[in-house]
């Protein structure tokens, strides 16, 4: 078959390649290619200010001309580099190689060319390419798509703030709520989610073949190669360096924001599936839209498609990135291959939980309120009130209150009447008798107004 979206076989790359557009120039081999040039200018323009008699400091023009190369990296300069790797078969060395031919002809350079990739073991440039694709992918995709979630999330807090609804413990009748608070306690575990997402510092290490900088040593062994090696990680590349390591960085930075990724995924798959059962319950409506259809044989149905979508989608994320969190911090003695052939597969673990977030806003936009519903279900619950009347009963030594209001309401359907003539039994004072017999359903809703106003 010829390749197209309809060939694809992922769907990442066929369907839904227009939604996860964003993760393609970060966490594709064309991404990788381009980080990979980026780490090896950098790494040889802080060579040539290292101090050495061999490789004098490069002039600003020339400096200029390689950084371009980084700023100006296309798709045609990624294929170059494909067609050298045709024969080297190692995609490393076909990005050093293509370096070379880029600045032959330039003297300055061409003079120097052999202090590109200097020194270093492919893991080098690998793992520093790794964590500029994936702090880019998680600050510029990730987190935003995040955002938006929490943001839209806190304004529904709000607007329902103080709707009335009924809980369901165990699925069962309960203590009311409102809307807004459900929605609030969401939004407070996704804030904490995603800053735990942003607190991971990518690492990276820039010190050989088993990170102990012995061929850096070989040629200069006066100098200072870790604090060269930090310099160009940090202020360079603005990631944080790792001292201590194999020939491979360890990946345990890694696998702590894979989970992190996970457990939000594990947050918003919680919340798709109450919204689900909201929608099951007629709490909210949905907006349709004219063209569309529910079912192939039920013209009625308005399902709860992007709800069901987001769900699977961060099922499906979360399965590859904990395949990540495991595997890669796992390396036979110094180095294996294992890790470089799963970590070709982290666009597609956040491409799904990308297309998860996607799926849950498109959905959320799409909610109403039906607020004849809360109040019908509230109201054909006047058994809650046994928590409150109980309370009450408690605190002016009433003899067995929690067993009078079982006897009353447990497994039984209650009326306002038989509750109201209940309460008008007890001996109590006055005001509090009052205060009782005022009490609803609806109102019983202790402070969820105010915490959800509060996020």
Not at 65 to 87: C, M, N, Y
């Amino acid at each position: 078959m010829t390749p197209s979206t309809l060939s694809a076989l992922s769907p990442l790359d066929g369907r839904y390649a227009g939604k996860v557009a964003a993760l393609r120039p970060l966490l594709s081999e064309f991404g990788l290619m381009h980080r990979r040039v980026q780490v090896e200018v950098e790494w040889f323009i802080a060579l040539s200010d290292a101090g050495f008699s061999e490789f004098k400091p490069l002039s600003e023009a020339g400096r200029g001309l390689l950084r371009g190369l980084v700023v100006r990296f296309s798709e045609a300069d990624a294929q170059a580099i494909k067609d050298i790797e045709k024969t080297t078969n190692h995609d490393v060395k076909a990005v050093e190689y293509w370096l070379k031919s880029r600045i032959a002809g330039t003297a300055e350079l061409e003079a120097a060319g052999e202090f590109i990739h200097f020194a270093c073991t492919s893991e080098d440039i690998n793992n520093t390419s790794h964590a500029l694709m994936l702090q880019a992918a998680r600050d510029e995709v990730m987190l935003p798509a995040i955002d938006r979630i929490a943001d839209k999330l806190a304004g529904m807090a709000h607007e329902f703030a103080a709707t009335p609804m009924l809980s369901r413990t165990h699925g069962q009748t309960a203590s009311p709520t409102t809307v807004g608070k459900e929605i609030a306690n969401v939004v407070a575990r996704l804030r904490n989610a995603r800053a735990r997402i942003a607190a991971v510092q990518p690492l990276a290490k820039m010190n050989g073949a088993v990170g102990n900088y012995n061929a850096h040593l070989s040629a200069w062994p006066e100098h200072d190669w870790e604090a060269h090696a930090r310099k160009v990680v940090e202020e360079q590349l603005g990631l944080t360096f790792n001292p201590y390591t194999i020939q491979i960085e360890p990946h345990d930075w890694m696998a702590e924001l894979f989970d992190a990724f996970t457990r939000t995924n594990t947050i918003l798959i919680d919340w798709s599936r109450d919204v689900w059962g909201y929608i099951s319950l007629g709490y909210f409506k949905q907006k349709t839209k004219a063209g569309e259809i529910g079912s192939s044989t039920m013209p009625h149905k308005v399902n709860p498609i992007d709800f069901e979508n987001a769900e699977g989608n961060f099922g499906l994320a979360s399965a590859l990135l904990t395949h990540l969190s495991q595997k890669l911090p796992v390396s036979r003695w110094q180095r294996d291959l294992t890790d470089s052939t799963v970590l070709r597969n982290m666009g597609v673990a956040l491409g799904y939980a990308l297309l998860g977030c996607d799926s849950l806003s498109r959905g959320l936009d799409k909610l109403e309120l039906n607020e004849a519903a809360l109040a019908a279900d509230l109201d054909a619950a006047w058994e809650v009130l046994a928590e409150p009347i109980q309370t009450v009963m408690r605190r002016y030594a009433l003899p067995n209150p929690y067993e009078r209001l079982k006897e009353l309401t447990r497994g039984k359907g209650i009326t306002r009447e038989a509750m109201q003539q209940f309460v008008a039994t007890l001996e109590i004072p006055e005001a509090e008798k009052t205060r009782l017999l005022a009490l609803t359903p609806g109102s019983y809703t202790g402070s969820a107004a105010e915490l959800a106003r509060r996020i």
